[in-house]
């Protein structure tokens, strides 16, 4: 955290090669986020993460440590950045087309999923929950935010999260128990379509 610190100061002074350092770092974290969102298209994922570190770099000068790590600004950017994506897009999520690689070293959702469950019919069902439950439990069980982090990037309280990771995960349990052997098709909820969009 110190050494990070130090690289913020001398990116904050202009220094490009720190910041380079710090996109080093969080690149990987930041695209996979994004990727994950964007429900697998490589080029909107890429495109994105650079309009992120780019802003990052842009903006570098107004960051300031206001108790959480530097992930969590470089997050609130790329959260930012995917609603304003989505709000000109306007097009279906599709992270049934995520590769499985991307996903290894997400958690069992705290043992709430069974493991006989196949992940292709958990990243169906995903696409299906709304946008800030897909947030959490991206942000939680792949990349490894706590609850106090996610609060900050969404701007909602930790209760909030907490909510809406119990509400997804009970939902994620309904849905795979609705699909039984299919993971596939047009659910309806109270006649109402829930494939998600954006």
Avoid: C
């Avoid at 955290?1 to 710090?22: C, P, Q, T, V």
């Avoid at 590769?99 to 999923?113: K, M, Q, T």
Wanted: proline share 2%; glycine share 6%; hydrophobic share 40%.
């Amino acid at each position: 955290m110190r050494e990070e610190n130090k690289l913020i100061n001398r990116a904050k002074s202009g220094e490009s090669k720190a910041f380079g350092e710090l996109y080093d770092k969080h690149l990987s974290a930041i695209y996979r986020y994004i990727f994950l969102r964007v429900g697998g298209r490589k080029a909107d994922a890429e495109d994105l993460a650079h309009q992120v570190f780019l802003s990052a770099w842009q903006n570098i000068k107004n960051y300031e440590f206001r108790g959480f790590p530097f992930s969590s600004w470089l997050y609130r950017i790329a959260h930012n950045a995917l609603i304003d994506h989505y709000r000109t897009e306007k097009i279906h999520l599709d992270i049934d087309k995520v590769p499985e690689s991307i996903l290894v070293d997400s958690e069992n959702l705290e043992g709430v999923i069974d493991q006989n469950f196949e992940l292709e019919k958990v990243k169906v069902v995903l696409q299906k929950l709304e946008p800030d439950q897909q947030n959490v439990l991206i942000m939680k069980f792949v990349n490894d935010l706590s609850n106090k982090e996610i609060a900050e990037v969404l701007e909602k309280s930790e209760g909030a999260i907490r909510v809406i990771q119990h509400r997804a995960i009970k939902r994620i349990k309904s849905l795979l128990s609705a699909q039984g052997g299919s993971a596939s098709g047009g659910e309806k909820n109270g006649g109402e379509d829930i494939t998600t969009t954006v």
